[in-house]
T-cell receptor, first 115, second 111 residues
Framework: GAVVSQHPSWVICKSGTSVKIECRSL??????MFWYRQFPKQSLMLMATSNEGSKATYEQGVEKDKFLINHASLTLSTLTVTSAHPEDSSFYIC???????????FGSGTRLTVV | GENVEQHPSTLSVQEGDSAVIKCTYSDSASNYFPWYKQELGKRPQLIID?????GEKKDQRIAVTLNKTAKHFSLHITETQPEDSAVYFC??????????FGSGTKLNVKP
């Protein structure tokens, strides 16, 4: 089946710094990837749709200048949390759809803690 | 956009009993409804899904039903086991585009 690899699995950073999270489709090409954020004991909230070779589409209320998304190749999308603050601490998870497999595959997630 | 509501938020059952989780959706264009199981700190895992051209789907102890007219779908787990304990999320999507998730149900199966 489709495999999506996400790194790092956890990261601790100081307030004001930036953090980059990578999401890779290992055995398929993903023209579209999705980024979600999940706060403790809450649901997955769609942040943005990452489109290969074009600008990402952000959901309402998500700051595009704070959460920078780059989808430069068919197998890699990155999410950069810029000038991170403690309220950005969350579980970030990506997903992608393999055209040959009807469904979504999620990455393993990244636990971000901003201190 | 799509709005998915899920109930109950927590569900506690005795081992061997059945568990039912219900979701409603708002966008009649949604045509794909997956259910995910998520254990603490891990990625959601697809456990069963249903498309809008089907009313019911079953896979061993797990079944999903869909009522398009009423815009609701349900997850049924029979003969529950302690390892079924987790958080379950429903979701709705149009043509595998964006997925909108329900708020989650924490299922606790007591041995």
């Amino acid at each position: 089946g489709a495999v999506v690899s996400q790194h790092p699995s956890w990261v601790i950073c100081k307030s004001g710094t930036s953090v980059k999270i990578e999401c890779r489709s290992l055995d398929f090409q993903a023209t579209t990837m999705f980024w979600y954020r999940q706060f403790p004991k809450q649901s997955l909230m769609l942040m943005a749709t990452s489109n290969e070779g074009s600008k990402a589409t952000y959901e309402q209320g998500v700051e595009k200048d704070k959460f920078l998304i780059n989808h430069a190749s068919l197998t890699l999308s990155t999410l950069t949390v810029t000038s991170a603050h403690p309220e950005d601490s969350s579980f970030y998870i990506c997903s992608a759809s393999d055209p040959g497999y009807a469904g979504y595959t999620f990455g393993s997630g990244t636990r971000l803690t901003v201190v | 956009g799509e709005n998915v509501e899920q109930h109950p938020s927590t569900l506690s059952v005795q081992e061997g009993d059945s568990a039912v989780i219900k979701c409603t959706y708002s966008d009649s264009a949604s045509n794909y409804f997956p259910w995910y199981k998520q254990e603490l700190g891990k990625r959601p895992q697809l456990i069963i899904d249903i498309r809008s051209n089907v009313g019911e789907k079953k896979d061993q102890r797990i079944a999903v039903t869909l009522n398009k007219t009423a815009k609701h779908f349900s997850l049924h787990i029979t003969e529950t086991q302690p390892e079924d304990s987790a958080v379950y999320f429903c979701a709705a999507s149009h043509n595998f585009n964006k997925f909108y998730f329900g708020s989650g149900t924490k299922l606790n199966v007591k041995p």
